[in-house]
C-alpha cells in the first residue's frame, strides 16, 4: 500500500482549565486516535458525542483553542504536520468543511466568501469562484445573495465552495450531512464520493453510519477519545458479526432499521 495521504498516530489532547477557587486541573477528551487516510479513499469516523471526533478535526486544522495540550504525531504525505506546514496547506492542499452554516457570515454576499479563500489574482479568483458554483449546482445570480437568502441546501453547498481550491489533497468534512432534505443530503453524498474518485482523499466525521455505508471505503469507530477499530465499510451490515468490537456492533445495531438497541 502506498504512503498514507495523513497519518495520525496515538493522538492525545487535553486542556488546562480552572474551576472553583482558580484550581488548575486537566481534562483529557482524547487519549489514542490512529486513523490514516490514502489518496482516493474516504474514511468515515463514527462515534456518540464526545468521543473525539471534531476534535481530530480541529487538531489537523491547526485550529484547536491555546489552552490544548497535543501529543502524538500527525504526519502528511509522510512528513510531520507542524504549525508551519499547517499554515501553508490550510485552506490550499487541506481544506475543511465545517458543521455548521452559522460559519459563513450574514453580512457579506457569497460569492465574496468563496473568493476569500482563493489564492489567487482577483480575476482569477471570480472565474475559480463561477466555477465552483457551477461544480456544486448554483447559479451565477445566487451569489449575488447573502446567506439569509438562501436555502439550507444551498448554503450546504456554498460551504463546500468556500472549502476548496485547485490544489485541495484532503477533505475533512464535519457533520456535512445533519438536518437537511433527502435530495439535498444525496448531493452532498454524491460529491463527497466525487472528490475521493478523483484523488482527494476524505474524512468524513458523522453520526450518520447509514450514509457513511453508503460512500465510505472503511469506517473507524471512536469512543472515549480512543479508536477502537477502523474497518471496511461493508463490515457494517447483517447483525455486524464482522466487528471486532462490541460497542461498534451495538452501534450498528442500535440504528432504527436494525434493533434499535440501546448503546451505553
Known amino acids: ?44 469516523v463514527v462515534g456518540a458525542s464526545g468521543s473525539g471526533k471534531s476534535l ?32 501553508k496547506y490550510r485552506g490550499a492542499q487541506i481544506a475543511f468543511i465545517p458543521q455548521s452554516v452559522n460559519y459563513l457570515d450574514p453580512s457579506m454576499k457569497v460569492k465574496h466568501q468563496v473568493r476569500l479563500g482563493l489564492r489567487h489574482s482577483r480575476r482569477t479568483r471570480c472565474a475559480m469562484q463561477e466555477n465552483l458554483f457551477e461544480q456544486f449546482g448554483l447559479k451565477k445570480s445566487d451569489g449575488e445573495l447573502y ?69 465510505a471505503d472503511r469506517i473507524s469507530v471512536f469512543q472515549n477519545g480512543k479508536t477502537l477499530e477502523t474497518v471496511p465499510a461493508n463490515f457494517f451490515s447483517g447483525n455486524g458479526e464482522r466487528l471486532t468490537e462490541i460497542y461498534s456492533r451495538k452501534l450498528w445495531r442500535s440504528l432504527p432499521q436494525n434493533e434499535f438497541i440501546t448503546v451505553e
Request: charged share 20%; net charge neutral; hydrophobic share 45%.
Open 147 to 215: 446567506p439569509c437568502q438562501l436555502s439550507g441546501g444551498m448554503l450546504r453547498r456554498v460551504l463546500f465552495a468556500t472549502s476548496m481550491g485547485k490544489d485541495t489533497e484532503l477533505v475533512i468534512a464535519d457533520e456535512p450531512t445533519p438536518g437537511i432534505h433527502q435530495a439535498v443530503l444525496e448531493l452532498v453524498l454524491r460529491q463527497l464520493r466525487n472528490f475521493a474518485d478523483n484523488g482527494i482523499g476524505v474524512m468524513l466525521i458523522t453520526h450518520d453510519i447509514v450514509s457513511a455505508v453508503k460512500i
Open 56 to 87: 481530530l478535526a480541529h487538531a489537523v486544522m491547526g485550529i484547536l483553542p491555546p489552552n490544548a495540550l497535543v501529543g502524538g504525531k500527525i504526519l502528511y504525505d509522510g512528513r510531520l504536520l507542524d504549525g508551519k506546514r499547517i499554515k
Open 1 to 44: 500500500m502506498s504512503r498514507p495521504l495523513l497519518e495520525v498516530r496515538d493522538l492525545s489532547i487535553a486542556f488546562e482549565q480552572y474551576g472553583r477557587g482558580l484550581q488548575c486541573f486537566t481534562s483529557t477528551p482524547i487519549q489514542a486516535l490512529n486513523v490514516e487516510i490514502q489518496r482516493g479513499e474516504i474514511l468515515a
